[in-house]
């Protein structure tokens, strides 16, 4: 139950970001009511936290359904940021009240970008103040380049000023909101495979990983510096099995590879013996206009199996 001053309304992801699942959660309820026909509560396992959009949608919509739940994430930097405001939200509102009020006494875009800049050079060697160090990386997260997190090969954050007008750099019924709906939460920052101990028939994981790219020119998966490829795609699929031979239900977003080569059945044959559904979404990120616009992603899951059916016997769900 949260308190009086605060609302359910205000438990949302306090991050924008690139690849955010939030057009995605139509689809994805959609396989959580499904599961719910058959469970009264469940465990949320989500390896791989990112901005949390399902994560704070399970708790804002079916929060009296999620027993426990547990997020995951490489990125030591953004589950500190979690963890800051779990344990912390009042000090981190108070570090964004003044990196907000420091920014607006700024009116040229120009002085504005250099206060960006001498920030993004804190945040990228700050250590030991995990308070300041989530506030910085909000901050950043409001005022960059169209949210993205994306990181050299030495871990630096580089994404270039984002050049908004009025930004919220601190939404304190936001951060008080989640605070409260976080106490429910464990959270971890380990690899993916590290949750492999929360796997029991009433647990629901929710895998959304770095993606696969589409194109050599749509790699925007440079997340952590270690990356993210093939191999790791493949482990993943591993993990996946382990899942449903536990008798757990996943659900997995990822990018459709047939989107630019029809041949490419990168996911399709890796994932042939369970459930795999195209769904309309738009792709927001791109260096060329062009390159903008509806693509297909995939969610992939164990539901038909799960339910003694044939994958082939589902229609596959779209957003349109």
Known sequence: MLSNTTREA?????????????????????????????????????????????????LRAYGK????????????????????????????????AGLEEQYYTYASEEDRKQFFLEIREEFNHLEENPTRKSALMIFLNKTCFNGLYRVNSKGG????????????????????????ALQKVEILNTDFRETEKHIHPDAFFYFDPPYKPISTTASFNAYAKEGFIDEDQVRLKKFCDAVHEGQAYFVQSNSDTTNNDESNNFF???????????VKAKRAINSKGSGRGE??????????????????????LRIF
């Open 65 to 96: 359904y999620v027993k426990h739940a547990v997020i995951n994430d490489i990125n030591t930097t953004l589950t500190d940021c979690y963890l800051t405001i779990k344990q912390s939200p009042e000090l981190l509102i108070k570090e964004l």
């Open 268 to 278: 399709q044959d890796l994932y042939q013996d369970y459930t795999i559904e195209k």
């Open 10 to 58: 205000d438990i949302k992801p306090f991050l924008k970001w690139a690849g955010g699942k939030t057009q995605l959660l139509p689809a994805i309820e959609a396989k959580l009511i499904q599961r719910l026909e058959s469970k009264s509560t469940i465990d949320f396992i989500e390896p791989f936290a990112g901005s949390g959009a399902v994560l704070f949608f399970m």
């Open 295 to 316: 693509i297909f992603e995939l969610l992939i899951s164990n539901d038909s199996i799960l339910a003694d059916t044939q994958p082939a016997e589902r229609k596959a």
């Open 157 to 180: 954050f580089n994404v270039p000023f984002g050049k908004y007008a009025n930004p919220t750099i601190c939404n304190a019924p936001v951060i008080r909101a989640n605070s409260e």
